[in-house]
Structure formats: structure tokens, C-alpha cells
Antibody, heavy 119, light 107 residues
Framework: QLQLQESGPGLVKPSETLSLMCTVS??????????WAWVRQPPGKGLEWIGA???????YYNPSLKSRVTISVDRSKSQFSLRLNSMAAADTALYYC???????????WGQGTLVAVSS | DTQMTQSPSTLSASVGDRVTITCRAS??????LAWYQQKPGRAPKLLIY???SLESGVPSRFSGSASGTEFTLTISSLQPGDFATYYC?????????FGQGTKVEMK
């Protein structure tokens, strides 16, 4: 069964860059039918899709974040990462990594990691 | 972007009630819609994919349906563990977008 685990700092200063890692286990990270995605949730609010990449290297980003976000992958380690620069208080959220199996939706999720932006 | 308008935002119900949550897409998303359940402190859990297909292991009291750009999640008989927040999500086109969520609370 596919398992995902986020890791990264719990606190980031304003204007700094957030770097999060998602480690995938229990399945094929090179699957041709999976997208690997990031989703965030501000405290007490709804879900916001950040972006995703496909096995062929294609990346897709939320236009509202596109100028600040990069998703990259390290296939040798079955990991994918999120970089979000110019962090601000509004970026304080629970950040989830998740896998979307083509046609099925976001079937597997990490437990989430809370990131606070504060000086 | 494809906007997903979910209603109601809050729903008060009792155990045994039939519960219906609606999600309307701002444009055609064919059947590429998923429903998730989220409990406090937990990651969302996939319930329904492709508008009406039940995810493995999800109780059959959950069902999904579609009519054009309107999608419905129905819980046929609400159980104690079903009090949670529910989200719809379209994955027909990027950016994938979520509805605002519906909190199902105890009446």
C-alpha cells in the first residue's frame, strides 16, 4: 500500500523559502499512472491544490502560486519536493503530499506537516 | 480556472438521517470529480472517484451522482463516524480545484 511522509521545517521566517520533502514507499514511484501532488490547508480553512508532476516530467502549478513554487523529484530516493519562496503569513498552513492515480483522484495522502510563517 | 461551488457549507443532521451535499462546476468536468472526507487532525480520505465510483473499503451508504455540471454526495443513513467535513474536487483540468467544504455536524 502506497505511503507518503512529509518532512521539513515547522517554522519559516517571512520572505524566506520553504522546502518540503515527500518520501514515497510501498509502491512504484515511477508508475506511469500517478501524479505526485502537494495540497495545503490553512488553519480552519479548506483545501488548496498547489501543484503536481507526472512521471514524464511534466509539472503543473496553481496559477495563484506559480511564480513562487517549484516541484521537483529525486527518483533514486523515491522522493519529491516542494519549494515555495517569498513566504508570508498567508502561507501558514498544513502541507500535504499526495498521490493521484490517473482517473481515481487523490488516493493516498501523507499525514501533513504544519508550517508556520513567523519572525 | 474551474470553480467548484459546494453547498451547504454546514449541515446539521442526526444519526440515521439521509444527507445530501452538492457541488456545482463552473464548466464541464465530464465525470472527473472526487469526494473526500476529512476528520479533525487527519488527512482527507477519498470516498468517491469519477463522480460515482465507490473507493475500495468505503461503506456503501456513501454514493455519488452527477447531472451535467452538478454533482451530489449522498450518505444514505448517517453514522456516528460520518460527522466530518466533506470536499469535492475536480481533476478534469489543471489547476485541480476543490469545493469550499461542507461540515456535517450533529443536530
Amino acid at each position: 500500500q502506497l505511503q507518503l511522509q512529509e518532512s521539513g521545517p515547522g517554522l519559516v521566517k517571512p520572505s524566506e523559502t520553504l522546502s518540503l520533502m515527500c518520501t514515497v514507499s510501498g509502491g512504484s514511484f515511477s508508475s506511469t499512472s500517478h501524479y505526485w501532488a502537494w495540497v495545503r490547508q490553512p488553519p480552519g480553512k479548506g483545501l488548496e491544490w498547489i501543484g503536481a508532476f507526472f512521471y514524464d516530467g511534466s509539472t503543473y502549478y496553481n496559477p495563484s502560486l506559480k511564480s513562487r513554487v517549484t516541484i521537483s523529484v529525486d527518483r533514486s530516493k523515491s522522493q519529491f519536493s516542494l519549494r515555495l519562496n517569498s513566504m508570508a503569513a498567508a502561507d501558514t498552513a498544513l502541507y500535504y503530499c499526495a498521490s493521484h492515480e490517473y482517473g481515481f483522484g487523490l488516493r493516498a495522502w501523507g499525514q501533513g506537516t504544519l508550517v508556520a510563517v513567523s519572525s | 480556472d474551474t470553480q467548484m461551488t459546494q453547498s451547504p457549507s454546514t449541515l446539521s443532521a442526526s444519526v440515521g438521517d439521509r444527507v445530501t451535499i452538492t457541488c456545482r462546476a463552473s464548466q464541464s468536468i465530464r465525470s472527473w470529480l472526487a469526494w473526500y472526507q476529512q476528520k479533525p487532525g487527519r488527512a482527507p480520505k477519498l470516498l468517491i472517484y469519477e463522480a460515482s465510483s465507490l473507493e475500495s473499503g468505503v461503506p456503501s451508504r456513501f454514493s455519488g451522482s452527477a447531472s451535467g455540471t452538478e454533482f451530489t454526495l449522498t450518505i444514505s443513513s448517517l453514522q456516528p463516524g460520518d460527522f466530518a467535513t466533506y470536499y469535492c474536487q475536480q481533476y478534469n483540468v489543471f489547476p485541480w480545484t476543490f469545493g469550499q467544504g461542507t461540515k456535517v455536524e450533529m443536530k
